[in-house]
Every structure is written in structure tokens, then in C-alpha cells.
């Protein structure tokens, strides 16, 4: 017995040192931020880490039993001479086991995942959101904001071309007072609801810090999406969907400001728009051609 | 379960001796044999690999050292895919990340699995004397090259490879003005397309020859779990691949032809594409890892010296796996635009489908316990899938919950995931099972020192590859970003990617001990015996390689086809094809 007792120490001592390694690999990222998610920012983004760091505890209990188990078996039956493999074909009632608590593991968390998918993710977004139209292009990204009466007007993803961006409908006054910019400005702490549509190819609306990520799909006009940024500061918005040779670049500055200071560059882009239905982007003709 | 009788007679094709001499043509180029064209499939594919590894060096290259023209060869490269100077464009990345992962994908682990080890393994492990369909293999398999050679023929075109993802998103995919390589993307279509009537002509052969050619005795639940495995991966090939071949004719008629199945602009429906390409797609994940979940489960046995655990609980999670396999293509589009209600579902479904996975797991690890473990290099790469499948099934459970999937999706956690499914467990089983088989295909044996280094290599450079890119992902790296220091929250990763990369080349250099390690033995590798691993099945009863026909007399089958370490009996085996001696003590389960 002092055999196998001895390598199992010997067998102990290689995972101490692996899994230390490993944990302070693990640790220097996660403590400094530098290769670990980045600082959450928004406020559907609290529950999000919640469930990941459930899901991390889940599967890394999981995942470190097994192997410490099969590392085990893996050194403790080993060939030896005279010690004959043991004659067995498996058991009925662990198999019951290890296929009724995987079953109700996962269901539960399908469970927690469905309800924040849609009770917290989509559910209606508040009566107070900032509406505010995305639109994407070979390569680059434009939002247009409501004007003076709030409401950026009804739009579908038949009318989307190149003179109208959006796709807001030409006749809904609603849409005439609407302007747009080339950088996503939105208040902290206030719900922002976005309608994503796409003038050519599938893009991606990706922001990590506020882990949202939505394809903005070409003839569909999206209208589910909301969030609620809560850090002020300058974000970027990444293409994360593979579109054409300058996907690589593809990317919006996000800036998120006090409500204050919202209110005072809002009113000067509303006050300088000239009503006309969605808006005319010359950028687009010029970046084609990159 | 009846039982099939394929042979009345005991004399065989192989017994009768009455065939001639073969031309050269007839018996290496079309060849009818399946041992041959499973060679034939082992060289073509082993090429691709070799194509394959050379692009992901490209791809990682380009990450770690962006701008940078590549040494040496850099200035030789066609114009689309570098700069004058020889460092790598956009759109040519993108032709490396589309056409690595295409390659990979249908040209090496489809074919090694399928190809390879179905054709070599139905026949001998069922005892029948070929395929049911012999001309029908022998085309599969030139249908298979030539589908390589028209998808790799796109780096000559002058637009160059295709380059919206082997996934192919439409309408990206559909318009060369929009991919910027209309030639490329067409051929992508023509060679998709090729590549599926192999694989479909292959299902059927596969299908039938188990059905009806299975040697007297072999019931069903006697066959090995690699040829159970095969059973039901043809079965989802059948029924997942022709989706594929009419997705990849409808894009090609887009991009060619001014239909609009897939573009908005012309009243299209981009996201039809993602179904039809999903709705194969996902059963083609199980269909590139289930065989090797069962070539893996029968070195587990053989040189733990031990019955499988839970034989019947193995097929059943198999056939299961291959159920829910078809109802789970929709987690890859949480994000995609379609209906939230969908979402929901598909993310029950693929939670289900976690389960026979766990049950798998569990199941190797009883196959372990209590063993007598021989630490061969096939049964190295054996132990070290499970592990590599853990990881990798864990990793899809964050990708199952819809929340979390709105954070990482397309990012590089979901690219370490495929990694550790297809890398570190159907490539690790394959270079496992050919260290196994190689005897009984060769007739020699591969180098068991060098065949270890090679392990321990590339066991190490794949974890430091493909381990730190969860973090990258967590991170928010998005995939297929060709140049990740234009983000602004991207520039810290920088020495993570060179870390990486590096890793890569360590990863690709390992494999070069393999392919020297498999054309040395094949001339200088010690002759092979029959059966060198004491294995009880039924290929190990014929010769290193058997003849034309294998089996001189057709073998009737006795046992379960892992019966190792049975009490009352002298050896440790006892083959499939002999009666237990009066003193064994064989269960009955």
C-alpha cells in the first residue's frame, strides 16, 4: 500500500503546483482587470456577471472534482504486476444518478437564465427610455435621435436605403424633427432603447462593457434592445459580426455623459436640425470604397 | 434484437482466393477495398491538416504581429492576402480565418473520423469482407478530394479565398460585392457542395453495410462502440448534410445567378441562411466529435484492461445526443435577430443536451476505475480527451444560457470552445486512434518514445493556446477582428496574443514529431503482430493489414465486445470471436 501511497502524494504535489500556477494565473488578471471581463457598466450588466460568476462556480466545482477524481483513478490503477483490473460492466443505479442530477442542475439553470432573459433583458423598456436609432453600414455605424418632441416616429426595414438610413417612414411626422450623429451620446442612469436595422450586411452591435450584444440584421428592423448605462465615461461600440474587408475597423465612439450635460448637447443638435425624413449620410459613398 | 446473418456460407471472398492480381491503377488509385480508400482518406486528409495548421500559423501571426510582413515567405504570397511588403490585409485574414476553419472542418476531422476510421473500422469490427457498397466508397472518397481541391483552389483566383467566415453569413456571403470575393465565395459553394454528396454517399454505405453485413452473433448491442458511434453519426449525415449541399447551391445561384434566397435588399431572408446552414451545422458538431467519443471509449477499455462501463448507457446517450442534436441549432443565433421565444426554447434544449454528455464523462471515468492501466500513446491522447471534453463541455454551458450569451457570443471564449471540442477532443482521439490502428493499417508500429513527446507537446502548447483564450473572450476580444490593437479596450491583450501565438507555433511544430513519427514507421517501424494491444475485437483476429476480403472464414461472435480481465481465464482478453472457456466467469448484462 505505501506504493501507491507514495506516487498518490508524488501525484498530489504535481496538481498543488498546477493548480496554484493556475490560480495565480488566474488571480493576477482577475484582481487587475487587465484579461478578465471588463468593469460592468450598466445596470442589466450587474445581473449578467451574477449569473456568470454562478455559472463559473458551477462548472469549476464540477470541473475540478472530475479531474480530481480521474487523476486519482489515472494514478492509483495503473498497471501494477499481480493487481488484476477489476470485473464490472457498470452499474444500473449510478447511471440513474449521474443522469437525474446533471438533468435537474441544468434544467434549474435554464430556469434562472430564462427568467432574466426575460424579466430583467427584455422586458418592456421603460416609459422614460431614450429612443435612439442605430443604423449600420459597410463599415460604420450612425445614430439618429429624436427631435424636439421626443419620438424618433415609426419606422420599418422596407424603407431602408441609402437616403434613409433608419428607415423611418416619410410619412410620419414624427421623424421629420429627427437627428443624427456619428457618436452614440447617451445620459447615465437613464434607460436607452435602441432600434437597430442594417442598410447591406449583417453587423454586429457589441458593447462588453455593457455586455449587450445584438446582430443588426438587414430587412429587420430590432426593437427589443435596451439598456441602462450607470458609469460615465467613453466606450467603444465594435462590429463583432464578420462583415467585408473592413470589419476589422468597424467600430463607434460611445460617450456617456451626466444628465446635464445630455441636455445641453441634445438641445443644441435638436435646435440645429432642418426637418427632413431620416437623413442623408454622404459618409457612406466614401467609406465603400475603402 | 434479431440477428443478422450476412454470410451463409463459411468460405469468403477473402477464403476463395479466386480474384487476380489487381493493376496499379485498380489497387491503389480505384480502389474498391475499403482498407485502401480508408488510406487513400488518411493521406488526403493528413495533407489537409498539414494546409490547415499552415493557415491557423497565418492567423495567429497576424494577431500577435500585426503590420508585420511575414519572414521569409512573406513577399511570395499573392497580393490579396499580403501587402507589398508581406504583411497580411484584412480581407486576407479573412480568407484565413474562413478557409482554416473550412478546411479543418470538411476537409480534416469530417474525413478523419468519417472517412478514415469508418471505412478501416465497419468492416473488420462487423466482420464483414467490405462495405456494402464498394464502387459507391471508392467515389466518395475521389467526390471528397476533389471537393478539397476546388476549395483550396480559391487562393489562386485573384480575389483569393472566400471570406465571410465558414459559416458563410448571408447576405455577406451572397454578394461579391460586399465579401470581395465573388470567385472564391463561388467556389466555397461548388466544393461545399461536393464535399456533401461524399459525406452522404459515405452515410449510406456506412448505414447498410452495419445493418445487414454483421457477422453471425454480432447483435447490435455486441457491436463496439466506434462502429455505434459511426452507426449514428451516418445516420445524422444523412439527415443534416443534403440541408447543407441545397443552402450551398441556393447561395451559389445568389451570388451567380441574381436569385435572392438570402438578400434583403431583393425581399431575401438573411436569417433562412443561418437556419439551414445551423440546422446542419449543429448536428455536424456531433458528427465531428461522436465517433471520436467512441474510437476513445475503446482504447479506454483495452488498456484499462477493463469492460466499458455502462456499455447500453453509452448507446443510449449517443442515440440521444443525436436526437437532441437536431434540436439545438439555435443557440447559435440567441443574438441573430430572431424571435426572444425561440431563444427560450433552443436554450432548454441545448441544457438537455448536456446530459448525455455528463453521462459519457461519468461513464469513462467508471471505464478507469478499477482498471489495470497501460499508459500507451494512444491511451495518453485517450485520457487526455476526456479531460479536454470536460473543459470544453463546461465552457458550452455559459454559451446555453441566453444572458451570458449576450455578453461572449462571437467573442474568442466561444473560439477556445470549439477548440477544446474539436482540438483537444476529436483531433486528440484521432491522433490517438492512429497510433492505435496504425499497426492493424500498416503492419508496422510507430515510435512509442517519440509518439509520447509528441503528446506531452502538444497536450502542453494546445492548453496554452487555447486556454488563455477564454480570458481574451471575457475580455471582450470579438472574433475575426483582424488587427484587435485598433480597440481602445483591446491594447492591454497585446502580450496575451503574443503569448498565444506563440503557443500556436510551439502547437504546430509538435505535429510535425507526428507526421515524421508516421511515414518513419511506415518503412522502418517494427513489424507489427496481429493483435499488439491484446484487444478482443474482431480486427485484431486477421493479420497486420488483413488481405482483400479480410476474413478468410467468417467469424461468428461469441461475446461483448469488451470482455477484459474476465475471472476464471489465463489471459486478460477474451476475443469476440471465441466461446468462454467452461471456467470463465462471464456476466450477463
Keep these: 500500500m505505501s506504493f501507491w501511497r507514495s506516487s498518490f502524494a508524488r501525484c498530489g504535489l504535481v496538481l498543488a503546483i498546477l493548480l496554484v500556477g493556475l490560480g495565480t494565473c488566474w488571480a493576477d488578471p482577475r484582481t487587475s482587470n487587465l484579461w478578465w471581463m471588463p468593469e460592468n457598466a450598466s445596470e442589466g450588466g450587474v445581473y449578467i456577471d451574477q449569473l456568470i460568476y454562478f455559472i463559473l462556480f458551477l462548472t469549476g466545482i464540477v470541473f475540478v472534482l472530475t479531474q480530481i477524481v480521474y487523476i486519482f483513478f489515472i494514478v492509483k490503477y ?57 443604423a449600420a453600414y459597410q463599415f460604420g455605424f450612425s445614430f439618429q435621435y429624436p427631435g424636439a418632441d421626443g419620438k424618433l416616429g415609426k419606422a420599418e426595414a422596407s424603407f431602408v436605403s441609402n437616403d434613409n438610413m433608419f428607415g423611418n417612414d416619410p410619412s410620419d411626422p414624427d421623424a421629420k424633427d429627427n437627428f443624427t450623429s456619428s457618436v452614440l451620446e447617451i445620459p447615465v442612469n437613464r434607460p436607452v432603447h435602441i432600434r437597430l436595422d442594417s442598410k447591406d450586411v449583417i453587423h454586429g452591435f457589441y458593447i462588453p462593457q455593457f455586455r449587450i450584444y445584438q446582430d443588426m440584421v438587414p430587412g429587420r428592423m430590432i426593437d427589443w434592445v435596451w439598456f441602462t448605462p450607470t458609469k460615465i465615461g467613453k466606450f467603444q461600440l465594435a462590429c463583432s459580426q464578420l462583415c467585408g474587408s473592413g470589419h476589422y475597423n468597424m467600430k463607434a465612439d460611445i460617450e456617456v455623459v451626466s444628465q446635464a450635460d445630455f441636455e445641453k448637447w441634445y438641445q443644441e443638435k435638436a435646435k440645429a436640425v432642418q426637418p427632413q425624413p431620416g437623413a442623408k449620410l454622404t459618409s457612406v459613398t466614401e467609406t465603400k470604397d475603402q | 434484437m434479431s440477428q443478422t446473418i450476412a454470410h451463409s456460407g463459411a468460405e469468403t471472398h477473402a477464403g476463395t482466393a479466386h480474384h487476380h492480381e489487381l493493376s496499379f491503377f485498380n489497387k491503389y488509385i480505384w480502389s474498391e477495398d475499403h482498407k485502401t480508400i480508408a488510406i487513400q482518406y488518411l493521406f488526403a486528409s493528413l495533407f489537409f491538416l498539414l494546409i490547415g495548421g499552415l493557415l491557423a500559423m497565418g492567423v495567429r501571426y497576424q494577431l500577435a504581429f500585426s ?50 476510421f469508418g471505412n478501416f473500422l465497419i468492416p473488420l469490427k462487423i466482420g464483414a469482407p467490405d462495405m456494402a457498397f464498394p464502387f459507391f466508397n471508392a467515389l466518395s472518397f475521389w467526390l471528397f478530394f476533389v471537393s478539397g481541391i476546388i476549395l483550396l483552389s480559391s487562393f489562386f483566383v485573384p480575389t483569393g479565398f472566400p471570406a465571410a467566415g465558414w459559416t458563410s453569413y448571408a447576405p455577406l456571403s451572397a454578394n461579391g460585392a460586399w465579401n470581395g470575393s465573388q470567385a472564391g465565395q463561388s467556389l466555397w459553394c461548388v466544393g461545399i457542395f461536393i464535399n456533401g454528396l461524399a459525406s452522404i454517399a459515405g452515410a449510406v454505405n456506412y448505414i447498410t453495410t452495419i445493418i445487414n453485413m454483421r457477422a453471425p ?13 459511426l452507426f449514428i453519426t451516418a445516420i445524422l449525415l444523412l439527415l443534416a448534410v443534403p440541408v447543407l449541399s441545397a443552402a450551398a447551391a441556393m447561395l451559389f445561384f445568389d451570388l451567380n445567378f441574381g436569385t435572392s434566397f438570402f438578400e434583403a435588399s431583393r425581399y431575401g431572408q438573411p436569417l433562412m441562411w443561418q437556419h439551414l446552414f445551423w440546422f446542419f451545422g449543429h448536428p455536424e458538431v456531433y458528427i465531428l466529435i461522436l465517433p471520436a467519443m467512441g474510437l476513445v471509449s475503446e482504447m ?42 425561440l431563444s427560450s426554447a433552443f436554450s432548454f434544449s441545448t441544457m438537455l443536451i448536456a446530459v448525455p454528455s455528463a453521462i459519457k464523462t461519468f461513464n469513462w471515468l467508471g471505464t478507469v476505475w478499477g482498471g489495470s492501466i497501460r499508459f500507451t500513446t494512444a491511451m495518453c491522447f485517450a485520457l487526455s480527451f476526456v479531460s479536454m471534453f470536460v473543459i470544453g463541455g463546461l465552457s458550452g454551458i455559459y454559451m446555453a444560457s441566453t444572458p451570458v450569451d449576450l455578453f461572449i457570443h462571437h467573442t474568442y471564449f466561444i473560439v477556445a470552445h470549439i477548440h477544446y471540442v474539436l482540438f483537444g477532443g476529436s483531433l486528440f482521439g484521432i491522433f490517438g486512434a492512429i497510433y492505435f490502428w496504425y499497426p492493424k493499417m500498416f503492419g508496422h508500429m510507430m515510435n512509442e518514445f517519440w509518439g509520447k513527446v509528441h503528446f506531452v507537446l502538444s497536450f502542453m502548447f494546445f492548453n ?126
Design chain 2, 217 to 229: 452473433g454480432m447483435k447490435m448491442f455486441r457491436l463496439p462502440l466506434p462502429v455505434w458511434a
Design chain 2, 300 to 341: 479506454l477499455a483495452v488498456f484499462s484492461r477493463k469492460p466499458i462501463f455502462g456499455y447500453k448507457a453509452m448507446v443510449y446517450a449517443m442515440a440521444a445526443i443525436g436526437v437532441l442534436g437536431f434540436v439545438v441549432w439555435g443557440h447559435h443565433m440567441f443574438v441573430s435577430g430572431m424571435n426572444l421565444m
Design chain 2, 67 to 116: 503590420g508585420q510582413p511575414i519572414p521569409l515567405i512573406g513577399s511570395l504570397l499573392p497580393r490579396w492576402l499580403v501587402t507589398d511588403a508581406g504583411a497580411i490585409q484584412p480581407q486576407g485574414y479573412n480568407g484565413l480565418v474562413t478557409m482554416h476553419a473550412t478546411v479543418m472542418v470538411f476537409l480534416v476531422v469530417m474525413p478523419l473520423l468519417v472517412g478514415v
Design chain 1, 78 to 134: 495503473r498497471a501494477r504486476k499481480g493487481v488484476p483490473a477489476t470485473y464490472s460492466h457498470g452499474n444500473n443505479r449510478l447511471e440513474i444518478i449521474w443522469t437525474a442530477i446533471p438533468t435537474a442542475i441544468f434544467i434549474g439553470l435554464w430556469g434562472y437564465s430564462n427568467h432574466l432573459w426575460w424579466d430583467v433583458l427584455h422586458s418592456t423598456p421603460p416609459a422614460n427610455s431614450l429612443q435612439v436609432g442605430v
Design chain 2, 464 to 589: 496554452l493556446t487555447f486556454f488563455p483564450m477564454h480570458n481574451l473572450g471575457l475580455n471582450g476580444m470579438p472574433r475575426r477582428i483582424a488587427d484587435p490593437s485598433l480597440y481602445d479596450f483591446l491594447k492591454s491583450q497585446q502580450p496575451l496574443q503574443i503569448f498565444v501565438s506563440l503557443s500556436a507555433f510551439g502547437l504546430g511544430l509538435s505535429t510535425l514529431i507526428f507526421f515524421v513519427n508516421f511515414f518513419y514507421s511506415m518503412f522502418k517501424g517494427p513489424k507489427a503482430p496481429r493483435n499488439p494491444w491484446n484487444s478482443t475485437t474482431l480486427e485484431w483476429t486477421l493479420p497486420s493489414p488483413p488481405g482483400h476480403g479480410n476474413f478468410p472464414v467468417t467469424p461468428t461472435v461469441y461475446n461483448g465486445p469488451y470482455e477484459y480481465s474476465v475471472p476464471g481465464m489465463d489471459q486478460d482478453f477474451l476475443p469476440q470471436n471465441q466461446p468462454a472457456p467452461e471456467t470463465a466467469r462471464v456476466a450477463v448484462h
